[in-house]
């Protein structure tokens, strides 16, 4: 009787461990084909967009040069000055611009004044800004004006390997963005330029405690690592050798946002794929979820941050209903690569506002490059290996819509 019990147990395990492994290798079978059927859409895509290159670069080549006005006129206002005017009367022309359509008016004579303030404005209170994942500085310039202070962490030529959200924000992205968002006439970004500053005589005396809790000296120079959930002692940002510390000074926008996850978010976990990155049709599951009107602004946020090559718009804010283009610092990180997913909007959704698709047309025949290599003091912040990829971005975007035209009959 014993030995029949200790038979039948014996019988009931090993049954027990062949279920186990043919339902194991059957459930890893299936995990590998749904990897591959889901996986394969996305590359496919990409490939498909990369075959239009050729016949698009032919035809873009031929297109007649454009005299464009508008940048010429943004241009003279950014580099004008005007004498004897209080900074605080200025603030507040500054703010009356914004609104759900512009943070800043491209046609205002005063522009280059404002852009001359945020440069060298005394700085009367300094505070650490805690929103966001990396060290910024909260400053209070003469006039009661607040801006935004991203430091230099990387020499410019600095390439950043790995994911496309790798490294620490880049100040020359935040600063590109600014005078590429008048280049492509969505004027969302907020007035932004570089800024040199010294930590012991123009942030230490007017600094808060909580901002001089978070500086110290290191090899006779002084450093800061602010408060953020990035933000540790042993990881700050040091003043150079002449002792200043150089980055981009933006206007802070005092207006309510509202805070969205972006349908298009990365998993930020090495391997882990996002439901968007693994389906071909996912703007299928995203439409009714959002207006065509949001839609058609995400798909125009997705083409300005795949000429910078911003790929980490994990959120998106909203101004009175209009995407805004906040948080521009992760582009610019490798000028050779291309990392054609962030398009995932626009080839995805097959959707394209006609005044996108007139304007990125009207900056073909190298009128993009002619207009990045206009701004005032580029090189300080931009390399030519960025210019040129961001050209051929623009063909890549020309491509795209190319491949939704065969796709959809709604494309402009």
């Known amino acids: 009787m014993v030995i029949r019990t200790r038979k039948t147990l014996l019988m009931f395990f090993i049954a027990l461990i062949v279920v186990f492994t043919l339902t194991s290798l059957c459930f890893i079978k299936i995990l590998n084909r749904a990897e591959s059927v889901t996986t394969t859409p996305k590359i496919k895509v990409h490939d498909n967009i990369l ?3 050729p016949f698009i670069q032919n035809k873009f080549k031929r297109r007649h040069y454009l005299n464009d006005t508008t940048w010429d006129n943004f241009l003279k206002n950014t580099k004008s000055l005007t004498p004897n005017v209080k900074a605080e009367l200025l603030w507040n022309e500054v703010r009356s611009w914004v609104s759900k359509t512009q943070f800043y008016d491209a046609t205002s004579p005063h522009l280059g004044t404002v852009l001359n303030l945020l440069k060298s404005a005394k700085i009367i209170k300094a505070d650490v800004d805690t929103r966001g994942t990396q060290l910024k500085l909260l400053l209070t310039l003469e006039g009661h ?13 600095k390439v950043i390997d790995g994911p496309v959200y790798a490294g620490k924000d880049r100040y020359g992205s935040e600063i590109l963005a600014f005078y590429l968002s008048a280049i492509l006439q969505k004027p ?3 007035l932004t330029t570089e800024r040199n500053i010294s930590l012991s005589k123009d942030i230490v005396p007017v600094a808060t405690k909580r901002l001089l ?8 120079v002084l450093c800061v690592y602010g408060k953020c959930f990035y933000c540790k002692r042993n990881d700050p940002v040091c003043e150079d050798d002449n002792n200043m510390l150089s980055g981009a000074v933006s206007l802070n926008i005092n207006a309510t946002f509202i805070y969205h996850r972006s349908p298009w978010q990365r998993t930020y976990k090495k391997g882990k794929l996002a439901l968007w990155e693994t389906l071909d049709n996912y703007c299928q599951f995203i439409k009714p979820k959002l207006s065509t009107r949001n839609l058609l602004d995400l798909v125009d946020a997705a083409i300005f941050d795949f000429l910078i090559q911003n790929g980490d718009r994990h959120h998106y804010e909203t101004f009175d209903g209009n995407i805004i283009l906040l948080d521009n610092g992760k582009g610019l990180g ?8 962030i398009l995932a909007p626009l080839y995805q959704c097959c959707m394209l506002r006609n005044t996108t698709w007139t304007r990125l047309q009207q900056l073909s025949s190298g009128l993009l490059r ?24 623009l063909n890549i975007i020309y491509a795209a819509v190319k491949f939704c035209r065969n796709r959809s009959k709604g494309m402009p």
Not at 145 to 157: A, L, S, T
Not at 213 to 220: A, D, M, Q, V
Not at 334 to 341: F, I, K, Q, V
Request: glycine share 0%; aromatic share 12%; proline share 10%.
């Open 370 to 393: 002619s207009h990045l290599e206009s701004i005032p003091n580029i090189w300080n912040f931009v390399t030519k290996p960025h210019i040129n990829a961001i050209e051929h971005r």
């Open 51 to 53: 075959n239009e290159l």
């Open 334 to 341: 490798n000028p050779y690569t291309h990392h054609l997913d």
């Open 188 to 190: 969302l970004t907020p």
């Open 213 to 220: 809790s978070t500086i110290f000296n290191h090899k006779s």
């Open 145 to 157: 004006q607040q801006v935004v202070f991203k430091p230099k962490w990387y020499p410019i030529d």
